[in-house]
C-alpha cells in the first residue's frame, strides 16, 4: 500500500484549500483513510476519516464544518476540502490508511502513512 499527500500550499485565513491522497494497493471495499495533522512542535492530530466503502465520514471538532473529506474511488483518491481556514490550521497534512474496520480516530490504528503535504494559512 502507498499513499501519496499533494495540494498543500500558503493562503491566507478565510480561504479554502482541497488536499488529495491517492492510494495504490490498498482494498476498497475494506480499507478506510484518515487525514492527521501536525503543527510544529505538536503532536500528530485526527482531523477526518472516511471509510471508502460507503462514503461514511467523521470529523475532529475542530474542523467540522468547515472540512469535508471524500472520496473518488475510480481515482483512487480521497479529498480533504478545506474552508474558511485559520491560522492554527497551518501543519502538516497526512493521509493515512486504517485497515481495522472500525472508523477510528487513534493514530496507532493507521499502518501506512503518506509523506505529508503543507499547509500555512498566514495573511
Known amino acids: 500500500v502507498q499513499l501519496q499527500a499533494s495540494g498543500g500550499g500558503l493562503v491566507q485565513p478565510g480561504d479554502s484549500l482541497r488536499l488529495s491522497c491517492v492510494a495504490s494497493?490498498?482494498?476498497?471495499?475494506?480499507?478506510?483513510i484518515g487525514w492527521f495533522r501536525q503543527a510544529p512542535g505538536k503532536e500528530r492530530l485526527f482531523v477526518a476519516a472516511i471509510t471508502l466503502s460507503d462514503g461514511l465520514s467523521r470529523y475532529d471538532d475542530s474542523v467540522k464544518g468547515r472540512f469535508t473529506i471524500s472520496r473518488d474511488n475510480t481515482k483512487n483518491t480521497i479529498y480533504l476540502h478545506m474552508n474558511r481556514l485559520k491560522p492554527e490550521d497551518t501543519a502538516i497534512y497526512y493521509c493515512a490508511r486504517n485497515p481495522t474496520g472500525t472508523l477510528a480516530t487513534p493514530s496507532w490504528m493507521h499502518d501506512v502513512w503518506g509523506q505529508g503535504t503543507l499547509v500555512t494559512v498566514s495573511s
Open positions: 494497493g490498498h482494498n476498497p471495499n475494506t480499507d478506510m
